[in-house]
């Protein structure tokens, strides 16, 4: 429930984050936490990202953890952000997903410390679609 933007939004105050929950129970942790850190700023929705595609909202960065397979996550990703806008995708063994409109903007490897297991996030910029 909104644990990726969650530790970033602690981590870089400067940022405007919008976490997003399709659940109450959640909805309503994530709210708690915020404002037992006195976070007035970080917006909560609750919401699923394809209710917020569909309204037309976008933003700079899309990030999400295990919320979809990485190829449709990089879809739905596409959809909510700007043009020229990021979308981070988390991915264990499978190769990386390709969409029309995104290319790899840059990758990282890291080990999950709990598990050992081997993890990538990569990240795509959108870009303008081929004529």
């Known amino acids: ?6 530790g970033l939004a602690f ?20 709210r708690t936490v915020l404002a037992k850190a006195n976070r007035t700023d970080v917006r909560v929705e609750r919401a699923a990202g394809e209710d917020l595609a569909a309204k037309g909202e976008t933003f700079d960065v899309a990030l999400s953890r295990a919320t979809l397979r990485p190829p ?12 020229d806008g990021l979308v981070a995708v988390l991915v264990s063994q499978e190769p990386a997903p390709e ?14 410390s709990h598990t ?4 990538t996030v990569l ?9």
């Open 1 to 6: 429930a909104g644990g990726p933007a969650m």
């Open 11 to 30: 981590l870089r105050p400067d940022l405007s984050v919008t976490l997003v929950e399709p659940l109450a129970k959640r909805t309503s942790f994530l």
């Open 72 to 83: 449709e996550w990089l879809a739905l990703g596409l959809r909510l952000v700007k043009p």
């Open 99 to 112: 969409a029309e409109g995104a290319v790899v903007q840059g990758q990282r490897a890291y080990t999950l």
């Open 116 to 119: 050992g297991a081997p993890r």
């Open 123 to 131: 990240l795509y910029r959108k870009v303008a679609p081929r004529a």
